[in-house]
């Protein structure tokens, strides 16, 4: 069973910038989709950004187009988020994913997905 491991999230004011990471491992093969996805309190879980596996596409949810950066770095196994532009509707747990799906150019849940254990973005003055 593989691992995944958020960091970087913390407290920012607003229009500042955080990197997340996620470190990978155990997962026998780098083809799955990888991506993240954020809760606020009282909201449902949604997709921020994922990387297709089998062609390394990436996908963005309208929220934050423009303003965050999904990346991959193979030889480290991680993936990064650039968060840029930050407003205060940004705060959330983020979480990392492996095996999500992508349909209709967003990023979603499913039943097989590899979860990370989270970490807190806070946008605040």
């Known amino acids: 069973q593989g691992q995944l491991v958020e960091s970087g999230g913390g407290l920012v004011q607003p229009g500042g910038s955080l990197r997340l990471a996620c470190a990978v491992s155990g997962f026998t093969s780098n083809s799955y989709n990888i991506g993240w996805f954020r809760q606020s309190p009282g909201k449902e879980r949604e997709g921020v950004s994922c990387i297709k596996g089998t062609d390394g596409s990436l996908y963005y949810g309208d929220s934050v187009k423009g303003r965050f950066t999904i990346s991959r770095d193979n030889a480290k196994n991680t993936v990064y988020l650039q968060m840029n532009s930050l407003r205060p509707e940004d705060t959330a747990l983020y979480y990392c994913?492996?095996?999500?799906?992508?349909?209709?150019?967003?990023?979603?849940?499913?039943?097989?997905?590899?979860w990370g254990q989270g970490t807190l973005v806070t946008v605040s003055s």
């Open positions: 994913a492996v095996g999500l799906s992508i349909m209709q150019n967003k990023c979603l849940m499913n039943n097989r997905i590899t």
